[in-house]
């Protein structure tokens, strides 16, 4: 493929900024790549693995030049680095972020950046309960969806662009405003992941039941909660607290329908409890027919 940027900088240099590196290296999308990490430990594995030609530990140095800047940090942090770079972006440069929030990050990024540059959120709907330079793969974009937030005023040149990259890095791209984009996210990741969390901390929490028993016996359900409460505790925090009104709203929601459950199990309503998981299952059914997941029991885990 032909280069698409001449250099790209990535701010951030984790699970989400390394695929991104790995995608641009195997099709030759980019041509160059600094990045700027918070730990010199960080810089120094991204560089070590070849994630990018140059690293910097000012932010400010890395986008110089840069004609794509991702912002790939915490949610937290992108409004101080946004102002930290912002004198020093290049005019015209296509500037975008992955963060997992979007109304927030409009917010946080946007007044600090001068006119003369392309603001275009985006989020890839992709990712594991890894984090780190290491744990980066040029495939996790694949099929998945990256979501794009551009407004009335975004220019239609720049979104193509944008959009071509995540096409090229395998992803398929849709668009939506960041209101929008925040209350999916809240259904389908972000009250997901604090369900998760609970319940894991529940089982913590239980005493009667020791933690090698949690441990050793953790059937299907609980094991897959595991997994998704393994995810990095400062991503997850900054989610939460950049995406409040719609996870609490969906939460509201959630302890409706938890309550109405329980009681069906209370007053031995198993039409109710049937009828319930029947609709649930179509669900599931749904994201294999839409290809997002395996159809492969238990997640494809393997059994003698
Ligand atoms: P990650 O693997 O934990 O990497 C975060 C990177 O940000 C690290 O390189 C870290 O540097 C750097 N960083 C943190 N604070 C910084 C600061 N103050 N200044 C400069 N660099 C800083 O995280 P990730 O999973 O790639 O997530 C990055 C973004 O993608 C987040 O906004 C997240 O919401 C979004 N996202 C994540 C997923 C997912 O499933 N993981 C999916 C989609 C989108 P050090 O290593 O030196 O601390």
Same mark, same amino acid.
């Given at each position: %493929?032909?280069? %698409?940027?001449?250099? !790209? ?44 030609? #140059?690293?910097?530990?000012? #932010?400010?140095?890395? !986008?110089?030049?840069?004609?794509? !800047?991702?912002?790939? !940090?915490?949610?937290?942090? %992108?409004?101080?680095?946004? &102002? ?20 927030? /990050? ?8 001068? =006119? ?23 495939? +996790? ?16 040149? &720049? ?8 096409? &090229?890095?395998?992803?398929? /791209?849709?668009? %939506? ?22 319940? /894991?901390?529940?089982?913590?929490? +239980? ?11 953790? #059937? ?8 998704? &409460?393994?995810? =990095? ?24 329908? +938890? ?35 395996? =159809? ?9």
């Amino acid at each position: %493929m032909a280069v %698409m940027f001449e250099r !790209v900088a990535l701010l951030g240099l984790g699970l989400i900024a390394s695929s991104m590196a790995l995608g641009m290296r195997r099709s030759g999308l980019a041509g160059s790549i600094t990045g700027h990490a918070r730990s010199a430990e960080t810089r120094d594995v991204a560089m070590e693995l070849g994630l990018v030609d #140059a690293v910097f530990d000012s #932010a400010a140095e890395a !986008v110089v030049d840069a004609d794509l !800047v991702v912002f790939c !940090v915490p949610v937290g942090v %992108m409004g101080d680095l946004a &102002a930290e770079v912002a004198p020093n972006l290049k005019p015209g440069a296509l500037v975008t972020d992955v963060g997992s929030v979007k109304n927030a /990050v409009v917010q946080a990024i946007g007044p600090h950046l001068p =006119d003369n540059v392309h603001f275009i959120p985006g989020h890839p709907l992709a990712g594991t309960e890894h984090s780190g330079p290491r744990s980066g793969f040029a495939s +996790l974009f694949k099929n998945r969806w990256c979501l794009l937030t551009p407004t009335g005023e975004t220019d239609p040149a &720049a979104l193509q662009k944008l959009t071509d990259l995540w096409l &090229a890095l395998g992803a398929k /791209v849709d668009t %939506m405003d960041a209101e929008h984009h925040d209350l999916v996210l809240a259904v389908t990741s972000h009250a997901p992941h604090l369900i998760a969390y609970t319940m /894991v901390g529940v089982a913590d929490d +239980l005493k009667r039941v020791t933690e090698s028993e949690v441990i050793n016996y953790s #059937a299907a359900g609980f094991r897959d909660f595991t997994r998704i &409460a393994a995810s =990095d505790p400062t991503m997850w925090r900054d989610v939460f607290l950049n995406n409040k009104e719609a996870t609490i709203e969906i939460l509201g929601r959630f302890t409706e329908e +938890l309550f109405d459950l329980q009681r069906a199990i209370r007053r031995g309503d198993g039409q109710q409890l049937f009828d319930y998981f029947t609709r649930t299952r179509a669900i599931r059914r749904g994201i294999i027919e839409a290809g997002q997941d395996t =159809d492969a029991p238990d997640f494809g885990r393997e059994h003698e």
